[in-house]
């Protein structure tokens, strides 16, 4: 075999396999429910008919400049105003994108269409982490950025990004769905706009506060679907990971009734898990310190720590350091407030819907003594009831 013929042997092999790499490392995700299937096709035509529009042009316009080059004596045509190259030049592209809007408005309606959907989700956008609710059955549970990958990422260049399988992708509380359901979700925002992205549910829309989005997806296999926020919503932009998990319906109606405390057993309230998880929030009982510390810590870090960073240190500039604070060693009905209520006009929201009585009562009394304040009084959940 001659040289020239083994080279074009392995550039071929090469451009054969190009659609495949193209495939699996930088085009977008065929996905996992029919519409974003649909997506993906409507995406690869239009990629292939822009393929052969752009070959065709550039070859009419290479061999136009060489069989008509200067050298060869070529003179240019002198005329204007051809109709029948105008009208040609107009309706040849008129087809093409009626060619390709047919289809794509097809798809376009489909994505619109909600109904009959059997789950419903309502997906609040947080400064900076997802509130999942879900409306058929009550469900309803905050989802941030794990707390090791948000331990790491305030590192900065110091981590260790090799100990993580899925680094920033990974979330405290995942979204669980079923699979072969028609799933709706509610998009909103409850600060700034967000939006709820993930590439395999084909599933990308904006989450504006004082707004309803709707979308849907009906997930065809179980497995662990990743996305971000995809809007610009501030600092911590970057740290508004999604993880969908979809289960077959079995698995998934078990984790709804694990989800639910059985109302018997609340009731019975003598033994077992489900009256230790009740007692655990009560918020009538009197507390003691290291159970609200305990309590405190896993809070802050939840919910606290993305702003005011690992150890109550803050961030200059940004968000006001914990260790040493004034409000935090400060008067307790004005900490209470500043968490309560929040701070008007700045990132420190309202939690007064977003943590619960002895949360939010554990994590006050968590930062008065903490991080080296040392203020020594606690703050009972009752106070924090009494305030609603
Ligand atoms: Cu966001």
Not at 98 to 127: C, F, H, N, W
Request: aromatic share 10%; with cysteine.
């Amino acid at each position: 075999m001659s040289l020239i013929s083994r080279w074009f042997l392995v550039l071929s092999a090469y451009v054969w396999c190009l659609p495949a790499m193209a495939r699996s490392n930088v085009n977008m995700p065929v996905g996992v429910t029919p519409i974003s299937r649909e997506v993906h096709g409507l995406h690869m035509m239009i990629f292939w008919i822009c393929c052969v529009i752009g070959a065709l042009v550039f070859a009419v316009m290479f061999y136009s400049i060489f069989k008509h080059r200067k050298s060869k004596g070529a003179k240019a045509a002198d005329f204007h105003e051809s109709t029948t190259v105008e009208i040609i030049w107009t309706a040849v592209p008129l087809f093409i994108l009626i060619a390709m809007a047919i289809p794509a408005a097809r798809t376009l309606i489909a994505m619109e269409d909600t109904s009959d959907a059997e789950v419903t989700i309502k997906v609040t956008g947080y400064q900076w982490k997802w509130h999942y609710e879900y409306l058929d059955s009550g469900i309803s549970f905050f989802s941030a950025l794990d707390s090791e990958h948000n331990v790491a990422r305030q590192l900065g260049s110091g981590v260790d990004v090799s100990k993580f399988d899925h680094y920033l992708k990974e979330v405290d509380n995942e979204l669980v769905l079923p699979v072969g359901k028609k799933v709706r979700f509610l998009h909103t925002a409850s600060d700034v706009i967000h939006s709820w992205w993930v590439p395999d549910l084909a599933v990308k829309k904006d989450a504006i506060p004082g707004f309803i989005n709707e979308n849907w997806a009906l997930i065809e296999e179980p497995g662990v679907y990743r996305g971000k926020c995809a809007e610009l919503c501030g600092r911590d932009h970057g740290f508004m990971p999604i993880v969908v998990r979809a289960l077959p319906e079995d698995e998934y109606l078990a984790w709804v009734a694990e989800q639910l405390p059985a109302p018997e057993v609340v009731a019975e309230s003598e033994s077992g898990a489900t009256a230790a998880v009740a007692a655990e929030d009560d918020a009538d009982r009197e507390w003691a310190m290291d159970e609200l510390m305990a309590k405190g810590e896993t809070v802050y870090d939840a919910a606290c720590a993305s702003c005011h960073q690992a150890g109550g240190v803050g961030l200059p500039g940004a968000f006001p350091a914990i260790a040493g604070s004034p409000v935090a060693n400060g008067p307790v009905d004005v900490h209470i407030s500043t968490i309560y209520v929040g701070v008007q006009g700045s990132a420190m929201a309202s939690f007064a819907n977003q943590l619960s009585d002895s949360d939010m009562a554990a994590v006050i009394t968590y930062q008065r003594n903490a991080f080296g304040n040392t203020v020594g009084d606690l703050v009972q959940p009752s106070a924090i009831k009494a305030l609603r």
